[in-house]
């Protein structure tokens, strides 16, 4: 039901999901530190510091909503409640309100008070009539359900989202002629499922004793290579076995889908503290829908929430097929949270309990490489590939990823077979053409070949920085010092704090004759914090100029050490500091 359109968009009013900004008169410090929580996305500490503050202000409308919604964000429903329908009674709905009322009556089983209730009125077309149309499933009047569905099926825009929910009400009541009639197609037309729409259609034919159906569904949506999150599915329908329609099951499950569709529509199109709002919601009323948890996970992620994304990965449980991408979820969420050690035991764990997964060793062995334990990296790139039957174009990375840490290892020839192995397999992809062309020119070896190679790299990739400085320095190192400047500024332009790209423009501007600038651009290099061994030769530069550190590492000067510039000293107002740069 994708792409979304500018329609469906304004379907759902949009809002930013952080307190209003009325000030706490009684707690004005408790206030500050939530408003401050907000900002960041730490929901765990706005929700405190909004809930003090608000036990000192109680009829703040903009402490009520600040706990709402850092309630929301956590996933706490219950603890949103009361406070919710306090913002509601005081006429101030806002955004989340309405659905933590929501999704607490869907709790409770009480339809006739999601119908009776107007607070959500106005939240969107989309949510309005899902959520009406669903609570009269709940009702046991699927007259008015199913009118309900055919007026969302009429607004221009939203057509695929009403006859897609229609459908899945016709199934909840056992009605899967009527839903496959819509899901196939044959009622009204093609309808662009998602992989969840798709698992539904395949319930339903198999609920009709059409397996076969079934299984030609699954091989037009998903092909026939292996996935082990429907492995299970597909070896039940071979098997002739009925499989149990389970996406929505009853009322409560339409609630849930319908609000996990609007956040499915809206992500990567809202704001994700937005977004979060209904897949939380969603995933609350639908623990079982992996599909929604992995997407608040996800979110989460994207707000830099890294330790509640992690808890929320952790939520999947070792039995559902899609594990092991909630634990490669979890481990990620851990690594970016400074938990490196920590992540990769999650993975090694994971790539004993299924070592014939090969996304689970490719996870580790690239967590591996990112810690830069290279030949622990190797050993995990190789357990992958050896899964592999007939490698095809979707396995360059493997080979890339694994010739780029024998490259580490200074193992150039195994380096360089894979790095080709990976061009033979995906010839135009840019990356590897850059990192096996700037190995060549870093080497001084087949000058030639890289120049030819980085230049397809360029013009399938013109404004990927790294490699416009790859081209650059290709041209430096083959001598071609006029030719080199023009890239290596538009490099700059591009990755303009980029240390090594910013060294590589001051060498650039020395071998023109350019030496103040070349010193500028080195100072410039050393802000940008590079490694202590980049860092080394840049100071060496500009103590001495290029030409005499060229001559101490057994290259020749650019030009004559006698009619080189002397370097300018090192400015104290833009010197780094020692501290910053030498490790004390």
């Not at 659905?99 to 959500?120: F, W």
């Not at 899609?322 to 490196?340: H, L, Q, V, Y």
């Amino acid at each position: 039901m994708r792409p979304l359109t500018a329609r469906l968009l304004a379907s759902v009013v949009l809002g930013i999901c952080l307190a209003a900004p009325v000030v706490a008169e009684q707690n004005p410090g408790a206030y500050l530190a939530a408003r401050s929580a907000a900002l960041d996305r730490n929901y765990a500490e706005a929700a405190v510091w909004f809930g003090l503050a608000l036990e000192d202000d109680p009829g703040n409308i903009g402490l009520m909503e600040g706990v709402v919604q850092s309630r929301i964000g956590l996933g706490d429903f219950a603890g949103a409640a009361r406070t919710a329908q306090a913002l509601i009674d005081a006429g101030e709905a806002g955004q989340g309100a309405p659905i933590v009322m929501l999704v607490a009556r869907a709790d409770a089983g009480d339809y006739a008070a999601i119908l009776a209730d107007t607070s959500g009125a106005g939240v969107g077309t989309l949510y309005d009539q899902l959520t009406k149309a669903w609570a009269e499933v709940g009702n046991g009047r699927m007259t008015e359900a199913l009118a309900s569905f055919d007026a969302l099926a009429a607004a221009p825009g939203l057509e695929a989202f009403g006859l897609y929910h229609k459908a899945l009400a016709l199934a909840s009541v056992g009605d899967y002629e009527g839903a496959d009639a819509i899901l196939s197609g044959a009622a009204a037309g093609p309808i662009n499922l998602m992989r969840r729409g798709t698992i539904a259609h395949v319930q339903i034919l198999s609920q009709l004793e059409r397996n076969p159906d079934a299984l030609a569904v699954m091989e037009a949506a998903f092909g026939t290579a292996p996935d082990p999150a429907l492995d299970a599915l597909r070896a039940r329908l071979q098997a002739g076995e009925p499989v149990p329609y389970d996406i929505t099951r009853n009322a409560k499950d339409g609630l849930a889908e319908a609000l996990f569709t609007i956040a499915g529509a809206l992500n990567a199109e809202a704001d994700d503290t937005f977004t979060l709002v209904y897949a939380r919601a969603a995933a609350h009323l639908r623990p079982d829908n992996t599909e929604a948890v992995l997407l608040v996970a996800g979110l989460l992620e994207n707000l830099r929430q890294y330790d509640l994304a992690a808890s929320t990965y952790a939520a999947v449980p070792a039995a559902d097929p899609a594990f092991f991408i909630a634990e490669i979820g979890r481990a990620e969420s851990m690594a970016r949270a400074g938990k490196d050690e920590a992540a990769l035991e999650v993975l090694q764990a994971l790539s004993r309990s299924q070592p014939d997964n090969i996304a689970v060793h490719m996870a580790l062995a690239d967590a591996l490489r990112r810690s830069e334990r290279w030949a622990d990296a190797i050993v995990s790139y190789d357990a992958a590939l050896a899964l592999i039957e007939t490698p095809d174009a979707g396995h360059w990375p493997l080979y890339y990823s694994r010739g780029v840490s024998h490259e580490r290892l200074q193992n150039w020839d195994a380096a360089e077979a894979d790095f080709r192995q990976a061009l033979a397999l995906n010839p135009d992809q840019p990356q590897v053409l850059n990192y096996l062309g700037y190995s060549f020119v870093d080497r001084g070896e087949n000058l030639d070949e890289a120049l030819t190679l980085i230049e397809r790299a360029v013009a399938l990739d013109p404004d990927a920085g790294y490699i416009i400085d790859s081209l650059a320095w290709a041209y430096f190192r083959m001598g071609r010092f006029e030719d080199a400047v023009a890239p290596m500024e538009k490099a700059s332009l591009l990755e303009p704090v980029d240390p090594v790209v910013t060294d590589h423009l001051g060498d650039v501007y020395w071998a023109v004759g350019r030496t103040r600038e070349a010193q500028f651009q080195w100072r410039r290099a050393l802000s940008f914090n590079p490694t202590e061994k980049d860092a080394i030769r840049i100071r060496r530069k500009l103590e001495v100029g290029l030409d005499v550190v060229r001559i101490a590492e057994g290259a020749d000067p650019i030009r004559p050490v006698a009619q080189a510039d002397a370097p300018a000293p090192l400015p104290a107002t833009t010197a780094p500091a020692k501290d910053e740069n030498e490790g004390g």
